[in-house]
């Protein structure tokens, strides 16, 4: 299949989550520093799901990190795919967004290649609209016009590791299927990562797993595909809890991997996958009790 023309999908600029009680999840992400989070918005104040009017409703804070806005939704009200999305996989990440400058101009391009529209919504200066790209691989993309002047609350810097957000990373039955999928939507091309890890642990017990891994960088944003093919991992545990495929983690690289994991330890986070190699290594945060989001740190070398 040929990839779609004029692809909108390639500069990340918003990881989006839906989550049910969004203050108990802002306050759990300032304890960790994440945030702080800006204002409630609620800027789109019309709303079209599966193609007809309706009264969406929910609430919505962001916080910029880096390049990318990080935004939680939690719905409260009428039909919509945030719902949708609770009701069937819980809470946790849902969506990567992509802004543009014409997002009726866009929207039209690809629904005339054959993705569909799932819901969308205007205001008088913006609007946003998410597509059915989640077929195949389970990540929702959005399109999304801002309106001028809307300013995003970042993230506290001054050597805090969430700063700045590096990594989603979306786990996978079928890698090769995934990655297909993708190129038509001009997404890609992906490629092995390039890290070596000789001992790993799940919940602290030594493990022999075999994971297929590829990435690809969506602007600044890189974006990972996970396959679990042996082995316990939390990318089975991720399928199981969900019941399909879908974005797992949010990964932030450092150099100082042990000093700022060791800062979450003592928090109360417990470790729920970690590894470790020569010069690489990553730890993954049982961050997904609250919120549904897992974190990682992952210190890495250059990839090119």
Known sequence: MEPIKNSPFAKVGQVGAVVRDIDKVVDYYASLGIGPFGPPRQIVTYHEYQGKPVAAKAKFLLTNMGEVDFELIQP?????????????????????????????QEEKNLTSQGINVTQKGKSDKGGYTYFDTDRVGGVVFELIQKPEGVEIAKTKADGNPFAVLHQAASVVTDIDKAVEHYAWLGVGPFKPMKIVITDKWVRGTPVQLKTKALITQLGPLEFELLQPVEGPSVYWEYLRKTGGEGLQHLGFFLDNLEEESEKLFKKGVKPTQQGRGPSDGFDYFETDEIGGVVLEFVRRGPQD
Not at 93 to 104: S, T
Request: proline content about 3%; overall charge negative.
């Open 76 to 104: 409260f009200g009428g039909p919509s795919i945030w719902q949708d999305f609770l009701d069937k996989k819980g809470e946790g990440l849902h969506h990567l967004g992509f802004f543009v400058e014409n997002i009726d």
